[in-house]
Each structure stands twice: as structure tokens, then as C-alpha cells.
């Protein structure tokens, strides 16, 4: 089988595979948001960047090769994710106290994960009223971090296309596709594959937050490292 | 061996973070062989001396709020920013994507049981904030300790690894934001 270095140790892999693919499958940690193993990558969170022949690159798109030798943990690249981490924090609202996604969200264990105390950088603020018009399911746009899972799950799978990501640059942001743009006037259904994929806390199920007490949330028990793989397991 | 001074302030908090370093239980017998208190809730001195070390929990929220924080980091060699508020604002900063003057207006002169149709204005109350700031973004904060509120095994951590000269670092097992 071919293989390709990950920090040095050997991980092998299938013809198109991409290098996070072929790392998850081998139980190696690369940090990642955007990225879910049941979906096309879409490389636009950056975190899951690594080093390749002194070049960095998205591993989640990028194609696994022959040879290659790619570096992921070390200092410099674990500040740069750092850094879009803590950005990301504050484009948003991230009050995690009152988050039902607390303990259970993606974005927060990555902070975790790379030792962030703090965001570091000025907060934005910004002015993002919350969606509740459909019956069992909200909508808690403070805390999107644009990864486009929602937007691929709706349309790739349920064949609905709710989701979109809108604008350009800084101004990108979630809409969603009714008229009224809101939920509450869309085909969404709480059966909907897009209803589970979000990894932070926008698409919230009514009616049941907080229902699980801290310390058995899913990352009270296990380091995102040690979680990521879990979502191969539980698919086989 | 000097014991370090220690100034502690709440500003736009709730005095949890407080209550979680009381927390720390018996232990305080231990921190209070090693430490001084200066200016602190604890206390209830008013006035923040030269410190060693000062904790502040709370956002910013008033213009009272950042003449007290001025004052510790001049006074205090290290600073630190205490639990969520002090670092990103926390529930205080949910204000901030509202207008000031849309939530006084809305409080004095709208809420039942508390309009009185007047704002209130009386010279000695400080003047709110805009918006609701964490501690960074107006002075230098050396240390951060996040939780809503830090555990006192974080505190407890911070403190006993600052005593014993060691960079404070904290586990998996310790840095929460909730
Ligand atoms: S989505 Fe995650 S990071 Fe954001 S507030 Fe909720 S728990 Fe915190
Ligand atoms: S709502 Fe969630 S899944 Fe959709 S783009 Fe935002 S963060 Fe991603
Ligand atoms: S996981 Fe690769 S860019 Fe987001």
C-alpha cells in the first residue's frame, strides 16, 4: 500500500485520498472544522493546514501522494491555528456559559485543543438576531463559523438546499432559502441530515439544551484528538 | 522569602469568580503564608497599593470600571483577567449588538415596576460603557484564566505555579469556558 510521512510516522493510504482523510482513518489528530468525514471537502477553515516540502497546504484537500513528507504538529502551524481560532471567536458571539453546544461543540474544543485562554484579538460584536420560527429547531446565527456543513448536508444529501453561505470576504454569512428568510418557511425537517452536522451551536434542537450535565458532554470525556476519529467508528 | 502582594477587584461581574477562589477551601491557609492581601473585596480596602499581583473579574461596563482597571495595571506587576467577563465580556457584553440608548430607554421609560420615566443621571453613578469590553482591549493583561467561573483548581493552579516561579499552565482537564 502507498504511504505518506505524518510527522514522521508512516500512514498509508487509498488512490484519492486526501492527507486528512487518510490521517483520521489512521487515528492521527489534524485540527479541522470545515472538514466532516461523510462530506466533500470544502477548505475554507484552514486549520487542518499543514506543511508540505516547506509549502503550507489545506490537507483536506489536499490529495494524498507517494513520499510525501508532511508536517502538522509543530509550533509554528499549532500559533497559526491558534490565531484563526481565536479570529474566529471573535467574528462572532461566543458566550460559551449560555451555549447548549458547550461541551459538546467543535470550535471550543479546537480552542482547547491549542491552549486558548483568550481571543487576543478586539471583539466584534456583531448584531445577529436568532431564528426560532420553525417549531423544534433554532436558529443561532451568533455563532456560525461559516463551515458550509449545513449548506453541503442540505443540499448534497437531503436534496433540500435550506443552507446558504451569502456575500464576500468579511461580510460572508448563513441565509436561508425561503422568501421570508426564515427557517420556519422552508421544507426543514428535523429528520434532515443538516439538522445533526453542525459543529457549533447555529442549529439547535428546541425543547431539549442542557440536557446533558457537565462532565459527560462529549468532550468532558475525550480530548477533540482522541474524539475525531469516533465518527468512522460509528458509521461502520 | 517576601510574601507576594495580591490586589483583587470585581468590575462588571458577579462576584462569582470570587466565590470560586474562596473555594479553594483550606488551602487559603497555605496561599495566605506566601500572600499579602492589598485592595480586595475580601477586605474591603478601598485603595489598590504597589502589588505584586492584581485579579480582576468583569468586563468593563462603566467609565468607574476603567478608571479601576487603569489603576491596577499601574499599581499591580502582574495583571490578570479573571473568568469569561473579564475575557470576552460575557453575559454583560450580550448587550452590545443593542443600542445604549434603545436599552436605557427601554428599561427607565418602557419596563413596568422600574420606569419612572426618568433616566437616571445623578452625578455619582459612573457612566456606561457603549459596549461592554473585555479587560485587553484597554490595557495589557499578562495572564488569563477562563471558566465561568475559573474552577478553584484553576486559581489554585495559577497561583502555585506563579509562587513557585513556574509559567502557569494549565491541562486539558482545566481550561473550560463554561
Ligand atoms: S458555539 Fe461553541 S464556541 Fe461558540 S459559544 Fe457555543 S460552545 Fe462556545
Ligand atoms: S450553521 Fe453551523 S454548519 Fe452551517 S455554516 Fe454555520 S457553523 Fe457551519
Ligand atoms: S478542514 Fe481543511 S480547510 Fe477546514
Same mark, same amino acid.
Given at each position: ?23 483520521? =482513518? ?10 466532516? @468525514? ?12 499543514? $506543511? ?24 509554528? %502551524?499549532?500559533?497559526?491555528? %491558534? ?13 460559551? @456559559?449560555?451555549?447548549? $453546544? ?25 448584531? =445577529? @438576531? ?24 442540505? =443540499? ?26 426564515? %427557517? ?12 445533526? *452536522?453542525?459543529? *457549533?451551536?447555529?442549529?439547535?434542537? $428546541?425543547?431539549?439544551?442542557?440536557? *446533558? ?7 468532558? $470525556? ?8 469516533? =465518527? ?5 | 522569602?517576601?510574601?507576594? /502582594? ?15 477562589? &474562596? ?12 500572600? #499579602? ?8 480596602? /478601598?485603595? +489598590?497599593? #504597589? ?57 427607565? &421609560? ?7 420615566? +426618568? ?18 482591549? +484597554? ?17 489554585? /493552579? ?16 482545566? &481550561?473550560?469556558?463554561?
Amino acid at each position: 500500500m502507498k504511504s505518506f510521512l505524518l510527522d514522521g510516522e508512516r500512514i498509508s493510504f487509498e488512490e484519492g485520498e486526501t492527507i486528512l482523510q487518510a490521517a483520521i =482513518r489512521a487515528g492521527k489528530y489534524i485540527p479541522h472544522l470545515c472538514f466532516h @468525514p461523510e462530506f466533500r471537502p470544502h477548505g475554507s477553515c484552514k486549520l487542518c493546514t499543514v $506543511k508540505i516540502a516547506g509549502r503550507q497546504s489545506a490537507s483536506c484537500t489536499r490529495l494524498a501522494a507517494e513520499g510525501l513528507e508532511v508536517e502538522s504538529e509543530t509550533a509554528e %502551524l499549532n500559533a497559526e491555528r %491558534l490565531l484563526l481560532t481565536q479570529m474566529l471567536f471573535v467574528e462572532g458571539n461566543h458566550f460559551c @456559559p449560555s451555549c447548549e $453546544k458547550s461541551g459538546d461543540c467543535q470550535l471550543q474544543a479546537t480552542a482547547y485543543h491549542l491552549g486558548m485562554t483568550s481571543a487576543h484579538f478586539d471583539h466584534f460584536y456583531p448584531n =445577529r @438576531p436568532v431564528d426560532a420560527s420553525h417549531p423544534e429547531y433554532l436558529l443561532d446565527f451568533n455563532r456560525c463559523i461559516l463551515c458550509s456543513l449545513c449548506v453541503r448536508a442540505s =443540499r448534497d444529501v437531503d436534496n433540500k438546499n435550506v443552507f446558504a453561505l451569502a456575500g464576500r470576504g468579511i461580510a460572508t454569512h448563513l441565509v436561508v432559502n425561503a422568501r421570508s428568510g426564515k %427557517l420556519g418557511d422552508t421544507d426543514f425537517a428535523a429528520t434532515d441530515k443538516a439538522a445533526s *452536522v453542525c459543529p *457549533v451551536g447555529v442549529i439547535l434542537k $428546541k425543547g431539549k439544551g442542557f440536557s *446533558v450535565p457537565i462532565g459527560s458532554r462529549t468532550f468532558d $470525556k475525550k480530548e477533540i484528538g482522541e474524539w475525531v476519529d469516533t =465518527r468512522l467508528k460509528e458509521r461502520t | 522569602m517576601a510574601r507576594l /502582594k495580591v490586589a483583587t477587584a470585581t468590575l462588571a461581574g458577579c462576584f462569582g469568580c470570587h466565590m470560586s477562589f &474562596l473555594a479553594i477551601d483550606e488551602r487559603i491557609f497555605e496561599l495566605v503564608e506566601h500572600v #499579602e492581601f492589598d485592595r480586595s473585596p475580601i477586605n474591603d480596602i /478601598k485603595k +489598590v497599593g #504597589e502589588c505584586d499581583l492584581g485579579l480582576i473579574e468583569g468586563g468593563l461596563c462603566n467609565s468607574e470600571n476603567v478608571e479601576v482597571l487603569r489603576e491596577f495595571r499601574k499599581k499591580c506587576r502582574i495583571l490578570v483577567a479573571v473568568g469569561a467577563c473579564a475575557i470576552n465580556g460575557g453575559l454583560p457584553a450580550q448587550r452590545n449588538p443593542i443600542p445604549l440608548s434603545v436599552i436605557l430607554d427601554e428599561i427607565y &421609560l418602557g419596563e413596568a415596576g422600574i420606569a419612572h420615566g +426618568v433616566i437616571p443621571n445623578d452625578p455619582e453613578l459612573p457612566l456606561p460603557l457603549n459596549k461592554v469590553h473585555p479587560l485587553h482591549e +484597554v490595557v495589557k493583561i499578562d495572564y488569563f484564566l477562563p471558566g465561568c467561573p475559573p474552577s478553584a483548581d484553576v486559581i489554585w /493552579k495559577f497561583l502555585t505555579d506563579l509562587l513557585a516561579g513556574r509559567e502557569p499552565e494549565f491541562g486539558p482537564e482545566l &481550561l473550560h469556558y463554561d
